[in-house]
Nanobody, 126 residues
Framework: VQLQASGGGLVQAGDSLRLSCAAS????????VGWFRQAPGKERELVAA????????YYGDSVKGRFTISRDNAKNTVYLQMSSLKPEDTAVYYC????????????????????WGRGTQVTVSS
């Protein structure tokens, strides 16, 4: 699965932004998707993850209640709706995918993922 993330930009604290992750290639298989982010000088962290059937979602503690992950398999696209953005959300955001044998798998570790897209920069000013 090949991935292309988009939708990043410069916003003010409290604003909302929606990121998109478009998949191509082996999209006829089940695949779980995760959004990760990495800020300068910090380790990469999992922001959110979703299984193929969208029945299971996972969120990092720092974004719970503010971010929502969703997907439209007909469009082979996964979204990350980000609300109430904070300056500490500033980072490069990446989407990643892992083909699975079941629509029910959700992956929560970066090492689980096999395909990574190029990142999109999100900058939140105070």
């Amino acid at each position: 699965v090949q991935l292309q993330a988009s939708g990043g930009g410069l916003v003010q604290a409290g604003d909302s932004l929606r990121l998109s992750c478009a998949a191509s290639g082996r999209t006829d298989h089940y695949y779980g998707v995760g959004w990760f982010r990495q800020a300068p000088g910090k380790e990469r962290e999992l922001v959110a993850a979703i299984n193929w059937s969208a029945s299971i979602t996972y969120y990092g503690d720092s974004v719970k209640g503010r971010f929502t992950i969703s997907r439209d398999n007909a469009k082979n696209t996964v979204y990350l709706q980000m609300s109430s953005l904070k300056p500490e959300d500033t980072a490069v955001y990446y989407c990643a995918a892992r083909i699975s044998f079941s629509p029910d798998y959700v992956y929560t570790s970066g090492s689980d993922y096999r395909s990574w897209g190029r990142g999109t920069q999100v900058t939140v000013s105070s």
